[in-house]
């Protein structure tokens, strides 16, 4: 079965970097696409950032767009996120998930949203504070 872990997560002052970790195994597949999601205390899952196995395209919410950076060792199956300049709002449970047997736009998984999502892995938590 195919199993996700997140790290990466902790303690970050507004203004700083951080380095968020998605590590995936059971994959026996070359097509999938992999994305990054948060939960605020009392609201809920959106969407981060996505990228794509098959050609390494990429998609980023608006929220992080211009400030982040999502790649895939596809060797390692594992999906890394930068975030930089981090803000107050950026504080949440950052999970990752997958998409299996994909190989299409990334947008459609964007519409489809975190109920498209086929695996889940457990969450890590980014703390946002001075």
């Known amino acids: 079965e195919v199993q996700l872990q997140a790290s990466g997560g902790g303690l970050v002052e507004p203004g700083g970097s951080l380095r968020l970790v998605c590590t995936a195994s059971?994959?026996?597949?070359?097509?999938?696409?992999i994305g990054w999601f948060r939960q605020a205390p009392g609201k809920g899952r959106d969407q981060v950032a996505w990228?794509?196995?098959?050609?390494?395209?990429?998609w980023y919410a608006e929220s992080v767009e211009g400030r982040s950076a999502i790649s895939i060792d596809r060797r390692k199956y594992t999906v890394y996120l930068q975030i930089s300049s981090m803000k107050p709002e950026d504080a949440a449970v950052y999970s990752c998930?997958?998409?299996?047997?994909?190989?299409?736009?990334?947008?459609?998984?964007?519409?489809?949203?975190?109920?498209?999502?086929?695996?889940w892995g457990e969450g890590t938590q980014v703390t946002v504070s001075s």
């Open positions: 059971g994959i026996t597949f070359d097509d999938y696409a």
């Open positions: 990228v794509s196995s098959t050609d390494g395209s990429t």
């Open positions: 998930g997958i998409e299996t047997f994909y190989n299409g736009p990334l947008q459609v998984l964007v519409s489809l949203g975190p109920e498209g999502v086929d695996y």
